[in-house]
Structures are given as structure tokens and as C-alpha cells.
């Protein structure tokens, strides 16, 4: 007994300094105040690279720029999530990146049955805007290294067209399913799957169509 209570103070002890599991940019739980992260990810239909460089109690930002591959595309602005929730397994949080975005065939993110060229231009055709993407982000925690993802996004874009001037809005609503694995405690890799429903405005004028996306990665912590 006179050895088993200090073993026990001690193993409550490691517990309560342990280093916090991690959280890759789509998670709905925040990284440990202080720490940052690099962040890529790749797949269909855009790559990306943030830097998570401030990180505080409820909240974590930083920059972060996009590139889609079709049509080719650039997108750079600041990611901000805000922690909403935070009990038992589970986490919430905001999602706000606003962004200004360029792109050379046209901006369009989604594909549309009715007119599957809008938005998009065969020629180079320049076109740039502003956009925010705003939604929510959470996480399950299965165990210390498995975590479920899960998010809702609405990637919404202003193009303006520049020769000859042109605007349309795009307005995905975008949903997302997906995992992290804590390989070790610096490294995370996550992967997500997900798509959804896009409206686009242009004047009186509105088209429904969808977009999907497939994305995996890599977080590192330092």
C-alpha cells in the first residue's frame, strides 16, 4: 500500500501534463495554445497548404492558399476556427477563411447538367472575386490516435469576369465525411471525402448543380 499510492500520484500526474492529441485543420477540436502546424493536403479537385501559426484557447487561424487543379484555379486567404464545443469525445467548431480568389478558364466549382460549360471558359478568359467559406467542423474520438471528421462548408464565391465584364456568384453547400490517424505526436494524417448541392446566381438567372471533392494529408507540429 505505502508503494502503491505514490505510483498512483504519479501515473495522475503524467495524465495531467500529457500533450493533447492533435487537430488537423478540419477538426472541430483545437491544437494545444502555442502550438503550430504545417498543413497539406491533396486530391481531387485542389491541393492545399496551411500554416496554423497562431493558436489560443478558443480559437486557432493562419494562412492558407489553395490551387485546384480544374479549372485551374488560386485561392488565398486566412482559415479561422472558433471552439464551440467541447464534451466528452466530442468537439465543435466554427469555420470562417476569407478568401480572394483567381482563376484563368473560369472559377466555376461545380458542374452543371443544364449548361455544363458555365463558369468556364475553353479560352483563357481571366476572372477574380471574393469569396468566404463559412461552416461548421467536429470530431468523434474513438480512441488516442482515431478521430472521426465531419464538416459542413459553404465555399461561397463572387467571379467577375474581365474580358469582357461578367459576374456570377457560386454558392456550394458542401458536407464531408472522414478520419485522422495520430501516426505519432508531431504527425497526423487525415483523409475526407464528401460533396453537395451548388446554386449559382447571375442576375434573375439560376442554375442547380453539384460538386464533389476527395482530399487526404498531412499535419506536423511543432
Not at 460549360?117 to 468566404?132: D, K, L, M, N, T
Not at 461552416?135 to 462548408?153: C, P, S
Not at 501516426?183 to 448543380?209: E, K
Amino acid at each position: 500500500m505505502k508503494t502503491l499510492l505514490p505510483c498512483l500520484l504519479a501515473g495522475v500526474l503524467l495524465l495531467s501534463v500529457a500533450p493533447a492529441s492533435a487537430s488537423t485543420v478540419n477538426s472541430g477540436s483545437l491544437n494545444a495554445p502555442g502550438e503550430r502546424s504545417h498543413n497539406v493536403g491533396g486530391g481531387w479537385p485542389e491541393l492545399f497548404y496551411m500554416w496554423e501559426g497562431v493558436v489560443r484557447d478558443k480559437s486557432a487561424l493562419g494562412p492558407r492558399v489553395d490551387v485546384r487543379m480544374w479549372p485551374l484555379a488560386i485561392s488565398a486567404g486566412l482559415q479561422m476556427r472558433f471552439s464551440l464545443l467541447e464534451q466528452g469525445r466530442v468537439s465543435l467548431a466554427l469555420l470562417v477563411n476569407p478568401s480572394f480568389n483567381f482563376a484563368g478558364w473560369g472559377g466555376s466549382r461545380a458542374e452543371y447538367p443544364l449548361n455544363y460549360g458555365y463558369g468556364r471558359s475553353r479560352a483563357f478568359r481571366a476572372s477574380v472575386g471574393p469569396g468566404v467559406n463559412a461552416g461548421l467542423l467536429a470530431t468523434i474520438d474513438i480512441n488516442v490516435k482515431w478521430h472521426i471528421l465531419a464538416t459542413f462548408e459553404n465555399p461561397l464565391v463572387l467571379w467577375v469576369w474581365t474580358n469582357p465584364t461578367a459576374w456570377f456568384l457560386e454558392w456550394p453547400l458542401l458536407f464531408s465525411v472522414g478520419a485522422q490517424f495520430d501516426a505519432t505526436f508531431r504527425t497526423s494524417l487525415f483523409a475526407r471525402v464528401g460533396g453537395g448541392p451548388a446554386i449559382s446566381f447571375a442576375g434573375a438567372n439560376q442554375l442547380l448543380g453539384g460538386h464533389w471533392h476527395l482530399h487526404v494529408g498531412v499535419q506536423v507540429r511543432y
